[in-house]
């Protein structure tokens, strides 16, 4: 305690792991998306809660971290899963450690077995136009829908929560504003994109934007593009359901809705398209990011470069030849 003291620490021996996260919560409330303070409150009382909530936040330990993780693993909890967990635990523990209620992060050290490296799973352009032939060929009402995710690489949430009035389709433009978000998993709510970089404009091809001249037509006189017979947004979990069950209509590979955003960027990439051209327009916050999800597809940077050296050298091998000619005529 006397360390405590002469570092500014201010400890409250009555307060408990629950009663600090219930103010944490109430005061990141206002601060956070509501997706977000939703994920963190059902973490919060389902399980760090009932785990820890009992133990006096000056008490928290390493150990008691370390104990609550191994007990999750042994009764099943997905790695996934369990890193979120405790990574809001940590977050919570660090504002503690900012606002000197301790001296340090009892959760920061914290292993959490990594999951496998989800992999994107692509199609190839011919199956991307197949699945599309066969949405259009049976007007299916998401045909639409699908021209402008393939056709964009949008996330699938910014493309539900499109409105009209930030789209210009004579100047071949959008401007990214919102993503459609659900809380609970039930309740749809308009959020802030991903990241502030996704915040933007982005160009539109002849063909997205005749899909959306089309979609215009499909569903006249509405604020947001894509909706429900009723005007209500789509849900995610129909669109999913809707975009499996076409994909195996149409005999092609099982894919995530996601994975139509991976076919976009892979498919500049296989193009040639520079590597910093396609980080603006995918919109990730930096060029680093880009590189790490798609790193294993950049092979041909690689022989690119090298080439490019081959080639100065055999170029200037060119110019050296006549000249050694010229100089062993004249000798």
């Known amino acids: ?64 971290v370390t104990v609550f993780i191994s007990d999750q693993l042994t009764a099943g909890r997905g790695p996934v899963t369990l890193r979120r967990c405790v990574a809001t635990l940590s977050s919570a523990l660090t504002d503690a450690v900012r606002q000197r209620r301790l001296p340090h992060n009892p959760a920061r050290y914290a292993l959490v077995p990594r999951p496998p490296k989800y992999e994107p799973a692509c199609w190839t352009p011919g199956e991307a136009a197949r699945f599309l032939r066969w949405c259009h060929d049976h007007n299916d009402p998401l045909a639409d829908l699908f021209e402008v995710l393939i056709g964009t690489g949008l996330r699938k949430g910014e493309a539900l929560a499109l409105h009209w009035n930030d789209i210009n389709l004579d100047n071949h433009v959008l401007f990214v504003r919102y993503t459609l978000s659900n809380v609970n998993n039930t309740t749809p709510v308009f959020t802030t994109p991903k990241t502030k970089t996704s915040r933007t404009w982005i160009g539109l091809s002849d063909r997205v934007v005749t899909a959306l001249r089309n979609q215009s037509i499909r569903q006249p006189g509405r604020d947001l593009v894509f909706t429900r017979r009723d005007g209500h947004p789509l849900r995610h979990e129909h669109v999913l359901h809707r975009f499996h069950s076409l994909t195996a209509a149409a005999g092609l590979p099982r894919i995530r809705v996601h994975d139509l955003r991976h076919f976009a960027a892979t498919t500049m990439l296989n193009s040639r398209v520079p590597l910093a051209v396609i980080s603006r327009a995918m919109r990730h916050s930096n060029l680093s990011t880009t590189t790490e999800v798609y790193g294993h597809l950049l092979r041909h940077v690689a022989h690119d470069a090298v080439d490019v050296i081959a080639n100065a050298l055999h170029e200037a091998d060119q110019v050296a030849a006549p000249a050694a000619c010229d100089h062993t005529a004249t000798t």
């Not at 990141?28 to 009382?45: M, Q, W």
């Open 1 to 64: 305690m006397l360390e405590y003291e002469r570092t500014g620490i201010v400890t409250n021996d009555r307060q408990t792991v629950a009663d600090y996260l219930a103010e944490w919560l109430h005061d990141k409330a206002s601060a956070l998306k509501p997706t977000t303070i939703a994920r963190y409150h059902d973490y919060v009382a389902k399980d760090l809660i009932p785990a820890l909530g009992t133990i006096r936040l000056d008490a928290l330990s390493h150990h008691h």
